[in-house]
């Protein structure tokens, strides 16, 4: 239901709530909450329950009294038609009390009904303004549309629980309770586990038809004469119960998250639970019991606030949204008009002359902060712009060779009566293929991509072409090759059609050597602009680079220290205490010895955690294949994901460790890629030895695929995206290789890379 209208635009969504808030808040203000049931009883209308916080309380009303006349009309008339009903849209009410007396009740908007109103205000544009924030940064993830919604409901909660028109607010605020746990605990629940396991899939379904047939019930029950209490019960136990889920399944899958997923989900549970704790224990356990509440529901709930900033933050921390700038600057903002709240409210003991000069100095220093995140946004900006546009430039001449091969080989498919045409052509160390006709295959344009360094002898005879032309220039190696099917009718090529081939095989070569001289121009460019702004830098630089590494090195000798300090240390001085009592006493104690089992055991775990964190082991002691079975066995584990790696015998040989590791981590990034973004159900890795030396590795998957050529922007043209992509690039440009990119909305996405496998080759690969 709620993913359907996560694709309505947002604005129309922000636009339809900002009606609604401008219609319930005037309404809210015109006419204040009253407080008072009235009953019918022998032709009479009498006050059958006064709430204490509502005019009719404050003014002295008691259960009992008569009503004679609202807004200067007989109550029979006003009420006719009725048994029972909360007073609503009332200026004065005048009431008969026991002893004969009248009492009239003045109903006016009171200042504190405008800070409530402006109060709710400011919540509501709180969670309205993350929600429009998360969608303007990634529009197009399914997760960050129902954090939208989420938001959305949340904020049609407070918007109602503040409002004192009765019937379309019941009807919101029914709708909103139901469905903000559920969308509450799908949204931590991906989180968390990224793709959700099959039982944790129909579980949400079952929540999901649960919330459905509640919310058809609640609808009618709002159009009765009194809403019945179990239904408030009810949503207050399936809010407890979601939250319970929540912190089960942290608590469950806590030993299958890595390192910096469990902190993610700490972070998740702990926000969650403090945010939402003031509800649960002050409002909904009370109201249970049958107990008057301690904190009224609207001020209860001012934990959705917080609880929206915790998503917003995990969002970002799990690469789904940019945030990093844009968090510093919510903070920036919350923390001035924070502290211009508090200065506000201690003005007058502070005097005016020093709560003016302080509120100058926070304005001073608020305009400062503002300037620092101003200029390290833009910084990051220009730099993802350089890197983007140099991604897509290569993309871009890629492209542009393919459209070229296959141009070429529709030109000579049409001129001759063949069965198919398939054009090779090297560029550098990787090589590029289009065929036509029986060469469309994908399966067949990989094999023949591979063998394309054999003789024109040889692919005639292993593939059964016709003809086999290469691409050659004087004193030079062959480009590529012209390979042409078999005619239709099995005869043999006439001079004149073999005039052609050579005609369009020469218009071909001058075609692909002017965009591979394009391409070495723009290398040689990058490479030289690279080296001016080495040549450039200042000793000052080099100072502040050292200065950085000694920093790092200091804080991670201060985080090494501390986990040592905290967790083995402490582990060992219990060890010796322990030991020590015994060596005096003599005595050993079953129950003690299981202690300190577990003690060696969690050091044993926590000392196997560190090191893996510090360094991966695993990619040295077992090599790559090893390593990435092991990766894939993790993923696999962690969401619906089936994963298949094959690797060549012949890849097994001894490489550079530098090589191996950046290509075990451009591989963890791939598939952590495919996990995330691309909703993938199948990955399928295949590792290779080139055939002129070094390594391939080849990353697919079945998942919902882009369109490469909008690589550069988003959809809103305004920010960039695929992130990873750009720190995939730029490993495999350090280590010299190459990467080509294949992918189309709807048709998955596969990523070639090769790479050299030793130093030697490094250096002669990023030269070519």
């Given at each position: 239901m709620f993913s359907r209208i996560g694709r309505i635009p947002a604005f129309l969504l922000v636009l339809a709530f900002a009606g609604m808030a401008v219609f319930i808040h005037a309404y809210s203000i015109r006419y204040p909450y009253i407080g008072m049931v009235l009953k019918h009883e022998g032709g009479e209308w009498r006050v059958d329950r006064v709430d204490p916080s509502g005019q009719a309380g404050e003014q002295q009303a008691a259960p009992g009294d008569k009503v004679s006349t609202i807004d200067g009309v007989p109550?029979?008339?006003?009420?006719?038609?009725?048994?029972?009903?909360?007073?609503?849209?009332?200026?004065?009410?005048?009431?008969?009390?026991?002893?004969?007396?009248?009492?009239?009740?003045?109903?006016?908007?009171?200042?504190?009904d405008l800070y409530q109103a402006a109060f709710s205000l400011v919540l509501e544009g709180v969670l309205i303004g993350f929600g429009v924030l998360a969608v303007r940064k990634n529009g197009a993830s399914r997760l960050v549309r129902r954090f939208f919604v989420l938001n959305l409901v949340m904020a049609y909660a407070i918007l109602t629980l503040n409002s004192t028109e009765m019937l379309l607010s019941d009807f919101i605020l029914m709708i909103a309770s139901i469905w903000l746990p559920y969308l509450l605990l799908s949204i931590c629940m991906?989180?968390?586990?990224?793709?959700?396991?099959?039982?944790?899939?129909?579980?949400l379904a079952a929540y999901r038809v649960f919330c459905v047939g509640f919310s058809l019930y609640a609808v009618y029950a709002v159009t009765g004469d009194e809403l019945p209490a179990f239904i408030r019960e009810t949503v207050h136990l399936v809010f407890m119960f979601a939250l319970l889920l929540i912190v089960s399944i942290v608590t469950l899958y806590w030993k299958k998250l890595g390192r910096v997923e469990r902190n993610h989900a700490l972070v998740l549970a702990a926000g969650v639970l403090l945010s939402l704790l003031p509800y649960v224990f002050l409002y909904a356990i009370p109201d249970l019991l049958g107990e008057s509440y301690i904190l009224s529901a609207e001020y209860s709930l001012i934990g959705l606030v917080p609880l929206s900033g915790t998503l917003l933050y995990?969002?970002?921390?799990?690469?789904?949204?940019?945030?990093?700038?844009?968090?510093?600057?919510?903070?920036?903002?919350?923390?001035?008009?924070?502290?211009?709240?508090?200065?506000?409210?201690?003005?007058?003991?502070?005097?005016?002359?020093?709560?003016?000069?302080?509120?100058?100095?926070?304005?001073?220093?608020?305009?400062?902060?503002?300037?620092?995140?101003?200029?390290?946004?833009?910084?990051?900006?220009?730099?993802?712009?350089?890197?983007?546009?140099?991604?897509?430039?290569?993309?871009?001449e890629q492209q542009n060779v393919r459209d070229i091969l296959r141009m070429l080989g529709e030109v000579v498919h049409s001129a001759i009566d063949v069965e198919g045409v398939c054009i090779v052509w090297r560029d550098g160390t990787q090589s590029l293929a289009q065929g036509t006709g029986i060469y469309e295959n994908l399966d067949s344009l990989q094999e023949i991509q591979e063998a394309n360094r054999l003789d024109p002898e040889?692919?005639?005879?292993?593939?059964?072409?016709?003809?086999?032309?290469?691409?050659?220039?004087?004193?030079?190696?062959?480009?590529?090759?012209l390979c042409i099917g078999p005619k239709r009718n099995a005869s043999l090529f006439t001079m004149e059609e073999r005039r052609l081939v050579d005609g369009i095989r020469l218009e071909a070569l001058r075609l692909l050597s002017n965009a591979r001289q394009l391409a070495d121009l723009r290398k040689e460019y990058l490479r030289t602009q690279a080296q001016n702004v080495r040549f450039e830098r200042d000793v000052s630089d080099i100072k502040k680079t050292n200065r950085i590494l000694l920093e790092a090195q200091q804080s991670e000798r201060i985080r090494t220290s501390h986990f040592l300090h905290d967790q083995i240390l402490q582990n060992l001085i219990f060890l010796s205490r322990d030991l020590e009592d015994l060596a005096d006493q003599g005595k050993v104690e079953a129950q003690r010895i299981g202690a300190w089992l577990r003690c060696v055991y969690d050091s044993q775990r926590d000392i196997r955690l560190f090191c893996d964190d510090l360094y991966p082991h695993i990619v040295d002691k077992s090599g790559l294949r090893e390593s990435l079975l092991w990766l894939l066995r993790a993923v696999g584990e962690r969401g619906a994901l089936q994963t298949e790696l094959i690797c060549d015998q012949e890849t097994l040989e001894p490489m550079d460790p530098i090589v191996k590791h950046n290509l075990f981590r451009i591989v963890r990034e791939l598939t952590h890629n495919a996990l995330k973004h691309a909703e993938a159900t199948r990955l399928e890795i295949r590792l290779g030895k080139e055939p002129g030396g070094g390594i391939r590795c080849a990353v697919k998957d079945n998942g919902r695929g882009f369109d490469p050529a909008a690589l550069h922007l988003r959809e809103d043209g305004k920010e960039p995206a695929h992130l990873g992509l750009v720190s995939v690039s730029s490993q495999i440009g350090y280590l010299g290789g190459e990467w080509e990119l294949r992918s189309a909305p709807g048709k998955g996405t596969e990523i070639a890379i090769r790479l050299p496998a030793r130093e030697g080759e490094m250096e002669r690969w990023s030269l070519a």
């Open positions: 109550a029979p008339e006003r009420l006719s038609g009725q048994e029972k009903t909360s007073l609503l849209r009332a200026r004065s009410v005048v009431l008969e009390r026991s002893d004969g007396s009248r009492h009239e009740l003045v109903i006016r908007t009171e200042p504190v991906e989180l968390v586990l990224r793709a959700p396991p099959p039982p944790a899939s129909r579980l995990v969002l970002g921390r799990r690469s789904l949204l940019d945030m990093q700038v844009y968090i510093s600057r919510l903070l920036i903002h919350g923390a001035y008009f924070g502290s211009v709240f508090v200065l506000f409210w201690t003005a007058r003991p502070l005097g005016p002359i020093y709560a003016f000069g302080l509120f100058v100095l926070l304005t001073y220093a608020y305009r400062r902060c503002l300037q620092w995140s101003a200029r390290g946004a833009e910084r990051r900006k220009e730099w993802l712009e350089r890197q983007k546009l140099k991604l897509s430039i290569r993309l871009a040889e692919l005639e005879k292993r593939f059964g072409f016709g003809c086999v032309v290469p691409f050659e220039q004087e004193e030079a190696s062959a480009f590529g090759f």
